[in-house]
């Protein structure tokens, strides 16, 4: 008796968090620098902190995290970030690294990244 409610607790907890595609739209494309940010912000609260004690870490980290999304714009090696509005209204900003879509482009949301409906389906049907 235990063991299958056990089974079932667990099914439920499986099935609760599976990744389930949910249709959406592009409504706004937007550069993604996040990770220049990271990379400079970490790097400058490093010397900021060794220099400045922990005051010196927070301006550096901030100082840092600015100016390495903006050298990455420079340079143009930002990555592409979406606005994306689902079906049921929820604005979401979401990174794709391995598909470029334009505004009104119709799109499955999959885990964290949007892909093609046709490329979902093509998934799917696997």
């Known amino acids: 008796m235990l063991g299958k409610r056990i089974k ?6 499986v099935l609760s968090h599976a ?4 249709a959406a739209e592009v409504i706004a494309h937007r550069a993604d620098n996040l990770s220049g940010q990271m990379i400079g912000g ?4 490093l010397l900021g902190g060794a220099a400045g004690g922990p005051i010196g ?3 550096g980290g901030i100082l ?14 930002s990555g592409d ?15 794709s690294p391995n598909h470029q879509f334009e505004v009104g482009d119709a799109v499955s949301i999959q885990g964290i990244r949007p892909v093609p409906v046709a490329h979902a ?4 049907s696997d």
């Open 81 to 95: 970030a979406y606005l994306v509005k689902t079906d049921d209204g929820e604005v979401l900003r979401l990174r």
């Open 19 to 22: 990744s389930v595609p949910q």
């Open 42 to 45: 970490g790097t400058a609260v």
């Open 8 to 13: 079932a607790i667990g099914v439920v907890v």
């Open 57 to 59: 870490a927070i301006v």
């Open 64 to 77: 840092g995290a600015w100016l390495g999304g903006e050298v990455q714009q420079v340079t143009g090696a």
């Open 121 to 124: 389906a093509a998934i799917k």
